[in-house]
């Protein structure tokens, strides 16, 4: 009876801590921001505005949306040069491309905009700096 006692103790604080664990792990897995600033290699700047992207994308209820809107302005400093086509493969049908390349060792704006009428997230080059 006293053991019995004792089990129900420990699980009163064992399953909450094991709870609280697995949340905190979890939420962290899921947490995406979008960086206005990316740099570094090609891939990891197609990394940031592709969460970039997929936030844009979710804010707009996925498509549902009937308003066009420009969710964020990203800053890219590139290292090397970047194409559309690696862009494209990257994001898949997540995103369009709308310019030809980015020079390497340059500066420039891309805005991440949800396009209401083709009901896509477009990338946009806006200005070279």
């Not at 792990?25 to 206005?36: N, P």
């Not at 844009?56 to 970047?82: E, L, R």
């Not at 995103?95 to 997230?121: C, H, M, Q, W």
Request: proline share 1%; with cysteine.
């Amino acid at each position: 009876m006293e053991s019995e006692r004792m089990l129900a103790y420990v699980m009163f604080i064992v399953v909450p801590i094991f709870a609280m664990i697995v949340y905190i792990s979890l939420s962290g897995q899921f947490a995406a921001e979008c960086k206005t600033e990316a740099s570094g290699t090609s891939l990891s700047i197609i990394g940031s505005l592709g969460k970039c992207a997929s936030l844009c994308w979710s804010k707009h209820n996925f498509g549902q949306d009937t308003y066009s809107d420009d969710c964020f302005i990203v800053t890219v400093y590139t290292k090397n040069a970047i194409t559309r086509s690696e862009m494209e493969n990257f994001f898949g049908s997540t995103a369009k491309v709308y310019f030809d390349s980015l020079d390497s060792n340059s500066t420039s704006k891309i805005k991440v905009r949800y396009n209401s009428t083709g009901k896509e997230i477009s990338l946009i080059f806006f200005e070279k700096i």
